[in-house]
């Protein structure tokens, strides 16, 4: 039984953490707990720690203290083995291991990459450790500066030195390859490899070898002024200005890197001044030289800027910054989303995953579904088939910022309500970058649809008594506009509410969109994801008092969504009491719906009425209901009215810090999902993934 990986490299940047990365999410989307280990890592400063190790469990929140994570420092590593202490350096490998392992379903190893070490040096210590700890290994390599008979034989080499020592490998990932060149590569790498070895090829990818203003910062020992919230900006290039402004804006490029002594205040604005303007190139930052800094009155027209590059000053003279900057390697950190983003999208693209999945997993998960693997699942399953999903509340700031990841990440297609100048502005304003040819923008009151949406909701509800006149008012309202896309078509679902009421948003869906055949009754649920499971909550939004029959929908409702995203759906219909023991109108109501449940859908699992403790508590629920299928094990909580439901949901994730993903509302013939007016930009962009699946299924 397979339960761990080796990541392996032939040489040093070979580009293994967009491997390690991408391992990492496959994995946690299929078990809960997988460890991360680095048997050697490099020097690191007393109280910093190893970036490797700090960007993997700082980005997937891992349960595992850094000291854990590895077992030798690299000097710790080459003093042992000049020693000859091969032996202790093995036993030490295994034991820091094994004592990881014990916690884990699954281990991801990351091998060395020894910028000081020799290439067959370093392939050996990996040999060596994959072979000591008995895992198969995973090969990269990188493509930069070989022909393809040097990269063939090289990975080749590397191939045969592991096999030589009865190290089994899965797979090879040919790095760094130029895009052009992937099928040549990939063709010829399993020509020249067992048919065994699945091989997969990833093209270089630019923006991932720009190194960020943070990482030049580090590198040359600056000291930052101005603009620290943009210092993962990209460098793409830098340039030295030493000319006058009129001959240097020429010569600026997109995301490049301004380098100027501190007393050239026209270098200085004049960049700044480009980089807000639509006919040059944005810059990634400044560099001030020499240890000199702007005079009183350049500083005070800066820090009224709205918008500022970072800039960082240096003590050393133009010529020597230039030259170090020339020299920075670009590197994986956790404080950088926006490249551990984009190395985790190239990841899944160029990657077979599933064949991928198929070697390294042989085993099967029998808990319930985790968070982790809960927000994985979403993420692939929205990308499986594409929908399109209209935002009417293009003014608001929050949503602006999740289409930027929504687009990034290129998960759907999307359509946002407001004025395109103003959206570009705002753009400008909150430093993002978004291609807005990658969006739609419709001013509803200038669309070409507006005249044929005002008569279609003019002959929908004409016998309503609305009139034209009145349609022509509605329509011009963005909820009325973006909830027409979804009724014509022109749209797979909306998400609304970050700056409107629940009624100002689904109102316009129950009267024309309306609800699926044999569905009375529009509810909500939110996916509740706790430390070690995901619950169904519902209905938290929606239904102040639901009777009898209403409850047992909602029930049902619940059950056929958790179904839908992928849970075992095992209902608990809450009160105040469990089973017969409580007597009151309030529980006869849940006693009664639990029945109906029963008698409509014997397929589901449904316990009820049951106290919340009872519900999630094996102890309790095997205390209180010791002949039930759910009690103790429920993952859908029907709670009896909307002041318990609503209450519950914002004490749970208040408390325990539970991420609450929704309301989805559920029943409707497309969908359309309400936010809340205190919404995050996390709670847009989780909602959006929610409403492109829940378009899939309809």
């Known amino acids: 039984m397979n339960k761990a990986i080796y990541i392996a490299t032939s040489e040093a940047n070979s580009g293994k953490s967009i491997v390690s990365l991408g391992l990492m999410r496959m994995l946690l989307g299929k078990t809960a707990k997988v460890g991360y280990f680095r048997p050697i890592i490099d020097d690191v400063s007393k109280g910093k720690k190893d970036n490797h190790i700090n960007t993997i469990i700082s980005h997937f929140e891992l349960n595992i203290n850094p000291d854990e994570a590895y077992a030798f420092t690299r000097t710790q590593f080459i003093n042992k083995r000049n020693e000859g202490k091969e032996g202790e350096i093995f036993d030490t490998i295994i034991k820091k291991y094994k004592a990881l ?109 720009n190194p960020t203003v943070k990482e030049i910062g580090k590198a040359i020992g600056a000291k930052i002024l101005f603009g620290k919230d943009n210092i993962n900006n990209q460098s793409a290039s830098f340039k030295v200005g030493a000319m006058q402004l009129r001959n240097y804006l020429t010569h600026i490029e997109e995301n490049s890197l301004i380098i100027t002594p501190g007393d050239r205040a026209d270098i200085i604005l004049g960049a700044l001044q480009a980089n807000i303007s639509t006919n040059y190139p944005k810059i990634s930052g ?28 240096a003590k050393e003279g133009t010529f020597e910054i230039a030259n170090k900057i020339g020299g920075v390697r670009s ?52 990308k499986t088939v594409r929908k399109h999903i209209v935002l009417p509340e293009g003014n608001d700031d929050r949503i602006i910022t999740a289409v930027c990841r929504l687009v990034e990440m290129d998960i759907v297609d999307l359509t946002i309500l407001g004025d395109e100048a103003k959206i570009a502005n705002k753009i400008i304003r909150l430093g993002l970058k978004l291609d807005l040819e990658k969006v739609q923008i419709i001013n509803p009151i200038k669309s070409e649809y507006f005249e044929d949406f005002k008569n279609t909701l003019y002959e929908l509800r004409k016998n309503k008594g609305l009139t034209i006149d009145m349609a022509e008012d509605l329509i011009g309202d963005v909820s009325y506009f973006g909830t027409m896309m979804v009724y014509k078509g022109l749209a797979d679902g909306m998400v609304s509410g970050a700056a409107h009421t629940t009624q100002h948003t689904i109102k316009p869906a129950l009267q024309f969109i309306k609800t699926k055949p044999g569905v009375s009754v529009v509810s909500s649920i939110f996916f509740m994801c706790l430390d070690d499971r995901v619950s169904v909550f519902g209905d938290c ?74 519900a999630v508590d094996a102890s309790v629920g095997k205390s209180k209901m010791p002949d039930s ?18 209450n519950t949901y914002k004490a749970v994730q208040r408390e325990t810090g539970a991420l609450a993903i929704g309301p989805m509302l559920q029943g409707l013939n497309k969908p359309v999902n309400d936010l809340s007016r205190g919404c995050t930009v996390d709670d847009i962009f989780n909602t959006v993934v929610l409403t492109a699946i829940q378009a899939q299924g309809i």
């Open 101 to 209: 392992e014990e916690k884990c379903d699954f281990m991801l190893v990351e091998g060395s990459d020894f910028s000081g070490e020799g290439t067959a040096i370093e392939l050996d210590t990996n040999i060596l450790i994959a072979k000591n700890l008995g895992i198969p290994v995973v090969i990269v390599s990188s493509g930069v500066g070989k022909t393809l008979d040097e990269f063939i034989n090289g990975l080749h080499i590397a191939y045969d030195s592991f096999k030589e020592r009865e190290v089994e490998v899965l797979a090879v990932v040919a790095n760094k390859v130029k895009e052009e060149n992937i099928e040549l590569v990939k063709t010829r790498v399993e020509k020249n490899l067992p048919k065994s070895v699945l091989v997969n090829v990833i093209p270089i990818i630019q923006s991932l070898n």
């Open 331 to 382: 590197h994986m950190y956790a404080g950088n989303k926006r490249k551990i983003g984009t190395s985790l999208n190239i990841f899944d693209k160029y990657v077979e995953l599933e064949k991928l999945n198929e070697k390294l997993i042989s085993f099967q998960n029998d808990g319930g579904i985790t968070p982790r693997m809960f927000q994985y699942n979403l993420l692939k399953r929205a």
């Open 629 to 646: 299928e759910v009690a103790g094990q429920a993952n859908v909580l029907i709670f009896p009215d909307l002041n318990t439901g609503n």
């Open 286 to 313: 400044i560099v001030l030289t020499g240890g000199i800094l702007p005079d009183e009155p350049i500083i005070k027209l800066i820090e009224g800027l709205s918008q500022i590059v970072p800039i960082l000053s």
């Open 541 to 614: 939004a929606i239904n102040p008092n639901p009777n009898a029959e209403q409850l047992a929908e909602i029930a049902i409702s619940s059950a056929d969504s958790s179904k839908n995203f992928g849970m075992d759906p095992k209902i608990a219909m809450l009160s105040y009491s469990s089973g017969a023991s409580g007597k009151g109108a309030d529980v006869d109501i849940v006693r009664r719906a639990t029945e109906i449940v029963k008698e409509l859908r014997p397929d589901l699992k449904v316990e009820g009425p049951i106290q919340y403790d009872a």
